[in-house]
């Protein structure tokens, strides 16, 4: 059944009159694949994981044309695991996107649970495995909590102008204090025939404000400032991300139940990562490359460096079939794991093998 037939007919289940008013497309991500860890305090680990490329997800994607170069849009999209089922967010019915928004002329606004501007310009420009696989970038860049999505989020977005956009977030902590628990951040990209540019900011506040039955905690600030890159030479597409990382909060382990045992690492508060990635075709799927290094500039020094490589087989315009390959070398008790797109990983090496499919 057509996405958009099957959509109407359930919102006609709710309601008549959305139906007559609202264009809604059904889309997602279906992903599983076999995973083996190894390197970690917890051995040899061998498991189906979901989304091991991307998210596997069901999404609602919505828009109502109001005239004059006007509408309105929404988006509510709910992570799941599909190798048991489960929403991935106990208590969270659309725990990955949940916003409207309106768009005109001048640009968008949208408000709700989104995407911060750092990820953005992470997964879509810098990272050739787009924050997915045993290869992706969440092995050593701080691609997890916060600085990959927020709620309470307002986004204006430019329209754009020749080759350029840009757009602006603010989430709102909600506490008594406007300042603690807030967070921002911006984009600034370019991209024009084989060339695709963007900076990226992004500033969060980890204080806890006073409140009745509630203990005041001073953190401070966290920033994070990305420079991606790529360029597509048609017989390669080179990536290149940059990331300078400061403060509190800053840069989060992805695992951080000590997994490699001895005394358990610390997250950096005073770091930067580089990617060096490439994409080359090799008959129906590509090649992907990517060599990171990861610069602890605390006194532990904790540093680490990775390398991932996989080879994605198009079957066909939604379907992939993929194997990859990822390892790190941690340096003065650095606790870095090979991640993928859903799990930060239990060990030092990984091995991924799967299919992903979108609709």
Not at 53 to 61: E, L, Y
Not at 101 to 118: E, F, M, N
Not at 161 to 173: L, N
């Amino acid at each position: 059944m057509n996405k958009k037939v099957l959509a109407a007919a359930i919102l006609a289940c709710c309601g008549g009159s959305a139906v007559a008013q609202t264009s809604v497309t059904i889309y997602g991500i279906v992903d599983a694949g076999y995973v083996h860890e190894s390197g970690g305090v917890a051995g040899s680990v061998n498991k189906l994981t979901s989304g091991v490329g991307s998210h596997s997800r069901i999404g609602f994607r919505g828009s109502e044309d109001l005239g004059g170069g006007t509408s309105v849009f929404f988006t509510l999209e709910n992570g799941h695991r599909l190798d048991t089922g489960e929403v991935d967010a106990a208590g969270s019915i659309f725990n990955r996107q949940a916003f409207v928004g309106i768009k005109t002329t001048a640009g968008s606004l949208s408000l709700g649970r989104q995407y911060t501007p750092w990820h953005q310009a992470l997964a879509q420009v810098g990272d050739p495995f787009s924050t997915g696989y045993a290869g992706g970038s969440k092995n050593l860049f701080p691609d997890f909590g916060t600085n990959v999505r927020t709620s309470n989020t307002v986004i204006y977005t430019t329209p754009v102008m020749s080759g350029f956009t840009a757009d602006v977030a603010y989430s709102f902590g909600e506490q008594v204090s406007s300042k603690a628990g807030r967070q921002y951040g911006a984009s600034l990209g370019y991209a024009a025939g084989p060339l695709n540019v963007r900076l990226a900011y992004n500033h969060r506040n980890s204080d806890v404000a006073a409140a009745p039955g509630v203990t005041p905690v001073t953190r401070g600030n966290g920033s994070n400032k990305l420079l991606t890159a790529n360029y597509d030479f048609k017989v390669v597409k080179a990536y290149l991300a940059f990331s300078v990382d400061k403060g509190f909060g800053s840069a989060p382990l992805g695992n951080n139940t000590n997994p490699f045992g001895g005394v358990a690492p610390t997250a950096s508060t005073d770091g930067n990562e580089i990617l060096l990635g490439a994409v080359v075709p090799a008959g129906p799927g590509n090649v992907v490359v990517t060599l990171m290094r990861k610069d602890d500039k605390t006194f532990r020094n904790q540093d680490a460096r990775s390398a991932g490589v996989g080879y994605l087989y198009t079957m066909s315009k939604r379907t992939t079939l993929y194997t990859v390959y990822g390892a790190i070398d941690n340096e003065n008790g650095a606790g870095y794991t090979v991640a993928n797109n859903t799990e930060a990983g239990s060990g030092d090496r990984a091995f991924n093998l799967g299919v992903r499919h979108s609709f």
